[in-house]
């Protein structure tokens, strides 16, 4: 059974630091995904990572795919209080369902 | 280009009562996923139907049931109410059988008392 486990579960920093949040599996995956979710919405897509090794930015957001291709960081930069929200990893199974992490709660206070 | 449609936003129930939820995908899009969210349990896939058909189905009871149409808009049903139930439904779009990537609608929160 293909897992991910994200790490850490809740983060509170302050406004203007950085912070790096994890998704990690024993198992190999063909992508994996980035999602934000705030709350009562439903999660938005912030980017596909396909390429072991791969590295994609969006503005302060840094996404990075291990080489192995059974884990993912995000990187933010200067944080900001429009950063809060629950970042979910999600990937596909063998079944090309998706399976997700159960999320890091993110917290930026001004 | 408008995005996934759900409604309602938020319904209240009473317990043995029974529910229907509907989802609108994005124009162009066949395939249609449910998952219940719940603060203890994350995101839990329900199931995808792809051309009317449900192609894959999670580990829920067959309280949980739905359907897709012609015009691959989807609904699901969730008969005799437990406060269990009571979650944020989510419906994501995507082009193909399957999900590499999933586009949400805004959600149904369920609330059965």
């Known amino acids: 059974t293909q897992l991910l486990e994200q790490s850490p579960q809740f983060l509170s920093i302050q406004e203007g630091e950085n912070l790096t949040v994890y998704c990690n599996s024993s198992?190999?995956?063909?992508?994996l995904q980035w999602y934000r979710q705030e709350p009562g919405e439903g999660p938005v897509l912030l980017v596909t990572?396909?390429?072991g090794g791969e590295v994609k930015k969006l503005k302060r957001l840094t996404f990075q795919f291990g080489d192995a291709r059974k884990d993912s960081s995000l990187h933010i930069t200067a944080a900001q209080p429009g950063d809060t929200g629950l970042y979910l990893c999600?990937?596909?199974?063998?079944?090309?369902?998706?399976?997700w992490g159960a999320g890091t709660k993110l917290i930026i206070k001004p | 280009k408008a995005g996934v449609t759900q409604t309602p936003r938020y319904l209240i129930k009473t317990r043995g009562q029974q529910v229907t939820l509907s989802c609108s995908p994005i124009?162009?899009?066949?395939?249609v996923s449910w998952y219940q969210q719940t603060p203890g349990q994350g995101l839990q896939f329900l199931f995808e139907?792809?051309?009317?058909?449900?192609?894959n189905k999670g580990n829920f009871p067959g309280r949980f049931s739905g359907r897709q149409f012609s015009n691959s808009r989807s609904e699901m049903n969730v008969s005799t109410l437990e406060l269990g139930d009571s979650a944020l439904y989510l419906c994501?779009?995507?082009?193909?059988?399957?999900?590499?990537?999933?586009?949400f609608g805004q959600g149904t929160r369920l609330t059965v008392v």
């Open positions: 124009s162009g899009h066949r395939s």
């Open positions: 994501a779009s995507s082009r193909t059988a399957g999900v590499t990537e999933a586009f």
């Open positions: 139907y792809f051309s009317e058909t449900q192609r």
């Open positions: 198992s190999v995956f063909s992508s």
């Open positions: 999600a990937g596909p199974d063998s079944n090309y369902q998706l399976i």
């Open positions: 990572v396909v390429t």
